[in-house]
């Protein structure tokens, strides 16, 4: 059964950092590419980061980039998502998944002063 459970989320200031995680289970993660997305109640699932299998590519959405860094261990069966210099627009629940695989239930990400 697949398992994907996104922790590291909370309440950050503007221009504050966070780091999330994904810890999965039940698929072949090591030959899995993976996303990131972000979703704020009423708006579309935003894509915010991919990265390939091996970790070797990724690939941002543009009003990340710069400030947003995925990265996996393929060793933990662990993605995770580095996020500085975070502004109050990037409020969401945050999920981890593929298209083919599903998603978690996302971890909320709040940035307010």
């Known amino acids: 059964q697949v398992h994907l459970v996104e922790s590291g989320g909370g309440l950050v200031q503007p221009g504050g950092s966070l780091r999330l995680s994904c810890v999965t289970s039940g698929f072949n993660f090591g030959g899995s590419a993976m996303n990131w997305y972000r979703q704020v109640p009423g708006k579309p699932r935003e894509l915010v980061a991919a990265i390939t299998s091996t970790g070797d590519n990724t690939i941002y959405a543009d009003s990340v980039k710069g400030r947003i860094t995925m990265s996996r261990d393929n060793a933990k069966n662990t993605l995770y998502l580095q996020m500085d210099s975070l502004k109050p627009e990037e409020a969401a629940v945050y999920y981890c998944?593929?298209?083919?695989?599903?998603r978690g239930q996302g971890t909320q990400v709040a940035v307010s002063s």
């Open positions: 998944g593929a298209p083919n695989i599903g």
